[in-house]
């Protein structure tokens, strides 16, 4: 018998069952490349979960979601093709792909020089701003981002970048440098291909049973400045939401592996539409990570009307899950 949406998560000891985090699946968080972009919804911090849930000898991998490319530069693929509909964070990317790291450095260093820039001077920052806007070198996206406001990524309807100035707190600081420096580097190292096409246009014809589709999408009951609509980029609705999944099942249905990053449970909001599908595909598996690695137990995941219930959903059996108890959602009912 096919579970409700309502009894997906019932009572406390059927979450025993169902609600089993991975933690601290493998390897530490040294391992990993974390990206220059302190990109907001940034996987980094899940990465050693989320990676040993990931097939072995993958072929071609797609992040069709980069955003700071978090997943996409920490896997061991022949190819990995990143994708975001954010055309100038592609651009900026691209000319990493492009640049040897020295050249990099040297206009960084340029500009900051150049626009004065520090976390004190919001002036040079808005001069900077306006260069940017007005000649869009890809380059200069990171330097603005690097004195942003929580580094994010904001344009408008114009497409100008209109992020404010990250008063006292933002810069290019040794980390980010540090960053930057692994990430080109891996960049060059990998066979990375960078693209910029909604997810609804990306062209799976050439993928095959060997590759696999990573889809990190914006939450559809949290908030991001990436999926509110209203910065010059589409927003994210109920509508994109099913063409994702409507995807994800073709994918299936064409023997493609794919891994989806999601939330079922926010802040006291939950992912209906997602939590169907689930109980619809039980040929899925959802595996639940572990957000707050300091106290939090799968006993109180979703009780708190803070927490979150993040998932990993995949459809095939990954290599963690074979000696250990991770799996978390088993539609027993
Ligand atoms: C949650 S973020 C991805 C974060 C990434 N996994 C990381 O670890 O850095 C979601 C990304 O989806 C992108 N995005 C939003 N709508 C999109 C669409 N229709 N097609 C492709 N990408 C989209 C946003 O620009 C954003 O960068």
């Given at each position: 018998m096919m579970g409700s949406i309502s009894n997906v998560i019932v009572s406390n000891e059927q979450k025993v069952n169902r609600l089993m985090p991975i933690k601290?699946?493998?390897?530490?968080?040294?391992?990993f490349i974390k990206s220059p972009m302190n990109y907001i919804g940034g996987k980094y911090k899940l990465l050693n979960q989320i990676v040993p849930l990931l097939p072995n000898n993958i072929n071609t991998f797609v992040d069709l979601f980069a955003g700071g490319c978090n997943v996409g530069i920490n896997v061991d693929a022949k190819k990995v093709i990143f994708n975001d509909n954010l055309t100038h964070l592609i651009a900026m990317y691209n000319q990493f792909k492009k640049q040897d790291i020295l050249s990099i450095q040297e206009h960084i260093k340029n500009q900051i020089s150049k626009f004065d820039l520090s976390k004190e001077n919001e002036e040079g920052y808005k001069y900077l701003r306006v260069h940017y806007n007005n000649y869009k070198n890809p380059l200069d996206l990171f330097v603005l981002v690097a004195y942003s406001f929580n580094h994010q990524i904001r344009f408008n309807n114009k497409q100008k970048f209109n992020n404010p100035f990250g008063k006292n707190r933002s810069s290019y600081n040794a980390n980010m440098k540090k960053n930057l420096v692994k990430f080109v580097s891996s960049v060059h190292s990998k066979d990375a291909t960078f693209s910029s096409t909604c997810f609804n246009e990306f062209n799976f014809d050439s993928l095959s049973g060997n590759d696999v589709v990573y889809c990190d999408p914006p939450y559809l009951i949290t908030t991001g400045t990436y999926n509110?609509?209203?910065?010059?980029f589409k927003g994210w609705s109920e509508k994109e939401e099913l063409e994702l999944l409507n995807i994800l099942d073709s994918l299936d249905f064409n023997n493609i592996r794919f891994a989806l990053s999601n939330v079922v449970a926010h802040k006291g909001k939950s992912n209906d539409i997602l939590r169907k599908w689930l109980c619809q595909n039980k040929q899925y598996r959802a595996y639940c990570l572990e957000k707050n690695y300091s106290n939090s137990s799968y006993h109180t995941l979703d009780r708190s009307k803070n927490s979150s219930i993040e998932i990993l959903v995949t459809n095939y059996i990954p290599p963690a899950s074979e000696n250990e108890s991770q799996l978390f959602f088993e539609w027993k009912n």
């Open positions: 601290n699946a493998h390897g530490s968080h040294k391992d509110d609509g209203k910065r010059g």
